[in-house]
């Protein structure tokens, strides 16, 4: 239900390919014959796909053509002249129209009609199918685990396994591993499109988590959260560097990577009106849906979308300072807030109701959270398009997964000792070492540090590259910071979700340690 509501109006995309993006690479259309009639449009359109041109070439004269193409220049990009290649970009609504509906005899406007809306309903139906195949491999995985009493998280093994087999399927049959990849598009995009508002929901309660630190404690968790945060990166970062320097391995440029489309108006206004017309029924009818929080849960979710709508339309100077996640959250509470405060039931049973924890009767917070299984399963094929680098900088990302995992434990555990912070809340920063909900709260604390700074701090620190970049951002502020970095820069989330994944399995395996769990337990006091 969510996955489709979040769908709202799908943006249909003429297939390209992006210009090279080494510089002074001459741009070229890979894999296709043109005909003679395309060859006008494809030299002002270097990555314009020839079926695509082909098809909006038939039955057109020239003049046409040259409208088309010098009206649409954002979607076209300048020809190659040495500069590194534009990301993709979404034709305007006109250009795709003329694209998917050319011209044909008989009435004109009844062939645009018909021909414009069946592309639609295809694609819509991609993008749940595609989409539907990864939330069901993630229940199954979860449920066959849970059977087998395997504590390792399934998301995980799921993404390893997806990569691990489109990798053994491209060195037999590469065209197969291609349209695995090309089904399951929509369905990654769909996931990078909204990977943000996914992590919020721990975000949102997290007023419920705190209330009962005392304020000078919190104050010293927050100073350990953020120092721990700035050196973890940097440790990250920076030994990829040197171990790429050490090993000889010369960088090369990565894949091109789609962006996703951006919010239009009608999704914005479609949400706004979900939040009212849902906030106005639980209002007069608390129980209309059954239990408090499945009636809240449409206005929850509506407010949480929208805010982060919102904030991504935010001008950039302002992003800097109030990143969408933070807007998103904002957004959700203030919502809470609103309606504890109308309805008498206060801001805590509303916000209890956000995230129930419970799947029998599901809050707006549940229902995001249970896409994070598949978002990390679909980590694998953004993985897959980067193999090529995955393979050739391996032991830079292992060295420094490996490095920051562990510094990071010992850090925070001495820095925890040295500014006088309670033993107990000590180990509470650890992970699997004592009160679950106060590390819970400072793992969400420390992403959305790296959220909201991680871009300024990586360019302080000199980690210009995408792959020092995504491990230095996952490694140090986990899921939060890696949607935060990726959603602007997509190129990195192949390696934020390397150094995401083994992050976790390297930092369970080693608390795991009973020596390793007693020497973080001594230092802590």
Not at 5 to 14: E, F, N, P, Q, S
Not at 21 to 35: D, E, F, H, K, M
Not at 214 to 237: E, H
Request: charged share 10%.
């Amino acid at each position: 239900m969510a996955a489709a509501a979040m769908i709202g109006v799908t943006t249909l995309r003429c297939r390209h390919h992006p210009l090279s993006p080494r510089p002074g690479a001459t741009s070229t259309v890979r894999s296709c014959t043109l005909p003679s009639r395309c060859h006008g449009l494809v030299s002002l359109t270097p990555h314009f796909s020839c079926s695509a041109a082909s098809s909006a070439s038939h039955g057109r004269p020239a003049a046409e053509l040259n409208r088309v193409a010098a009206g649409n220049t954002g979607f076209m990009g300048p020809a190659n002249n040495g500069a590194a290649a534009p990301h993709n970009r979404s034709p305007s609504p006109e250009l795709r129209r003329r694209l998917i509906a050319p011209k044909s005899t008989g009435n004109a406007s009844a062939a645009s009609g018909s021909s414009g809306l069946l592309p639609s309903i295809v694609g819509v139906a991609h993008l749940l199918v595609s989409l539907g195949i990864i939330l069901a491999a993630d229940k199954f995985l979860k449920q066959a685990f849970v059977a087998a009493s395997i504590k390792f998280p399934s998301a995980l093994f799921g993404m390893f396994c997806v990569f691990s087999v489109l990798v053994v399927v491209d060195a037999l049959a590469p065209a197969l591993a291609k349209g695995f990849t090309d089904f399951f598009e929509p369905a990654t995009l769909f996931i990078q499109r909204w990977l943000p508002v996914f992590y919020v929901p721990a975000l949102v309660v997290l007023p419920l988590v705190v209330r009962d630190v005392p304020p000078a404690s919190g104050l010293k968790i927050l100073i350990i959260t953020f120092a721990g945060w700035f050196s973890s990166l940097a440790v990250a970062g920076h030994t990829a560097l040197a171990v790429r320097k050490l090993v000889k391995t010369q960088l090369i440029p990565t894949e091109p990577v789609s962006k996703p489309s951006p919010f239009s108006a009608s999704e914005t206004w479609a949400w706004t009106a979900i939040f009212v017309a849902s906030f106005g029924v639980a209002y007069f009818n608390p129980t209309a849906l059954g239990t408090t929080a499945r009636t809240c849960l449409p206005f929850l979710l509506a407010a949480t979308v929208l805010g982060y709508m919102v904030g991504s339309g935010l001008p950039a100077g302002v992003r800097k300072v109030l990143h969408p996640i933070i807007s998103c959250a904002l957004s959700a509470d203030l919502a809470a807030v609103a309606y504890g405060y109308l309805s008498g039931s206060g801001i805590d049973a509303v916000l209890g109701d956000y995230l129930t924890k419970a799947s029998s009767n599901p809050g707006a917070g549940d229902v995001l959270m249970g896409f994070l299984g598949s978002v990390i399963i679909s980590f694998a094929f953004s993985m897959f398009k980067q193999r090529k680098l995955v393979k050739r900088h391996a032991a830079e990302i292992l060295t420094a997964i490996a490095l920051t995992t562990t510094f990071s434990l010992y850090s925070t555990a001495i820095m925890g000792r040295l500014i006088g912070l309670e033993p107990s809340l000590i180990k509470s920063t650890l992970p699997r070492c004592a009160n679950p909900s106060i590390t819970a709260a400072v793992v969400v604390l420390t992403g959305l540090i790296g959220a909201n700074f991680v871009q300024a701090a990586l360019n302080k620190l000199g980690l210009n590259d995408p792959i020092a970049r995504g491990i230095g951002t996952a490694s140090s502020a986990h899921g939060f910071g890696t949607a935060a970095l990726s959603a602007k820069e997509p190129e990195t989330l192949p390696f934020c979700a390397i150094a995401y994944g083994l992050t976790g399995v390297f930092g369970s395996l080693i608390c795991s340690v009973p020596a390793v769990r007693q020497s973080l337990i001594f230092i802590a006091g």
